[in-house]
């Protein structure tokens, strides 16, 4: 017969291997996870408007209007990946200097833009975000929630974390008739995009190409059909449909939503 001692361990070696089972079917089914704390340091531009973030390297125009407000950064181009980066999530908290809050443990940025090397500048005076370096580029706003804004640039700790969204997707129609460019925005999860495919009622699924930042493009005539989109995360892999996104009488300028999102 078992000893008590040799039942307990089974009995916790059954446990731990059942909650390591979850939390691998949760990985497999596409949750994003918190990634670990690593080292980096953060400037920030504009004023206290966050007007000169608008626009950006990542094509979501309007922040405020397409709802990411002021609590964004450009990523340097180690981190912003030929812009596959963009829509990606992170904490940031300001680490071991004078100019830090206190009590501030992070604030929340989406990346939304590039912040460029240059080169005429030593990496480390004035060139921050020159290769290799990982620097974040915050809006004024987001900066001022961790350091004061004196400090110009200051070292940090950041991660990345699942981007909370509310609502579905959002693509945003540009192009014409025989070639459509696709912004997608308020993507949950990882945030990021690696494939997108389109579908017209009349078409089967077309393979969209990556253009720039966070759009997508296919060289097709797509008028007069309602639209579909398929679309998979560039970090965890997991592909969603969204169906039906665009009545047929779709038209380029405007925005369309949807209810399904990445978690």
């Given amino acids: 017969m078992a000893s008590s001692s040799q039942s307990w361990s089974f009995s916790f070696f059954f446990i731990m291997a059942s909650i390591l089972a979850i939390i691998s079917q949760q990985k497999v089914a596409g949750v994003f996870w918190p990634s670990p704390w690593q080292l980096a340091h953060a400037t920030f531009y504009g004023d206290d408007t966050a007007s ?71 990496s480390n005076a004035g060139g921050w975000c020159n290769p290799p370096r990982v620097h974040f580029d915050m809006s004024k706003p987001a900066f001022m929630k961790i350091a004061q804004w004196k400090a110009g640039v200051v070292p940090v700790m950041y991660r990345r974390v699942p981007c909370i969204r509310t609502g579905g997707l959002r693509f945003s129609f540009q192009g014409n008739g025989y070639w459509l460019l696709v912004y997608v925005m308020n993507v949950g999860g990882g945030g990021d995009i690696a494939n997108m495919w389109v579908k017209g009622s009349k078409t089967g699924w077309i393979s969209m190409t990556h253009n720039w930042g966070a759009s997508y493009q296919a060289f097709a005539t797509l008028g007069g ?34 209810s399904i999102n990445f978690r």
């Fill in 52 to 122: 000169a973030t608008m626009g950006g390297a990542c094509g979501y125009g309007n922040l405020f209007v397409n709802g990411y407000g002021t609590d964004t950064a450009a990523l340097s181009s180690t981190l912003f990946n030929n812009g596959y980066a963009c829509g990606t999530c992170y904490q940031i908290k300001c680490y071991q200097s004078k100019w830090c809050f206190t009590g501030v443990p992070f604030t929340t940025v989406t990346a939304t833009n590039l912040c460029p090397p240059n080169w005429s500048q030593d």
């Fill in 225 to 258: 059909q309602p639209l579909s989109f398929r679309i998979t995360s560039y970090t965890t892999r997991e592909t969603i449909i969204a169906w039906n996104v665009a009545p047929a009488n779709w038209q380029v300028g405007l925005t369309y939503g949807t």
